[in-house]
């Protein structure tokens, strides 16, 4: 089965960057749907970037501009650059993956395969 595994947070300050890793095992095919969602305690998850290969990647717009999605389909791994780091971009941030072609939308319900998470802090 598949499984996901990211690596890279850490604590930053303010307009600093980090870069997020996500490294897959498993049968993974190179049009699967994949996503870097971010949650805080108390709120729902949300989708930060998405892309499946076809065409730029979709991102949250607070993120446009300061965040990069990039998809590495010889060893279907994902990275998410982020720079300019803000304090509202404090969260446990996953990778997911979809078995499917990205939807317009990105629920997380449409993921049936989650890392355990990354935490970021921006102070």
């Known amino acids: 089965h598949v499984q996901l595994v990211e690596s890279g947070g850490g604590s930053v300050q303010a307009g600093g960057s980090l870069r997020l890793s996500c490294a897959t095992s498993?049968?993974?095919?190179?049009?699967?749907?994949m996503a870097w969602f971010r949650q805080v305690p108390g709120q729902e998850r949300e989708a930060v970037a998405s892309t499946d290969g076809r065409g730029s990647p979709t991102y949250l717009e607070s993120v446009k501009g300061r965040f990069t999605m990039i998809k590495y389909n010889a060893n279907f791994s994902v990275s998410l650059e982020m720079n300019d780091l803000k304090f509202e971009d404090t969260a446990r941030y996953y990778c997911a993956l979809r078995t499917a072609y990205c939807a317009s939308t990105s629920p997380p319900k449409y993921f049936a395969v989650w890392g355990q998470g990354t935490q970021v802090t921006v102070s």
């Open positions: 498993g049968p993974v095919y190179s049009h699967y749907c």
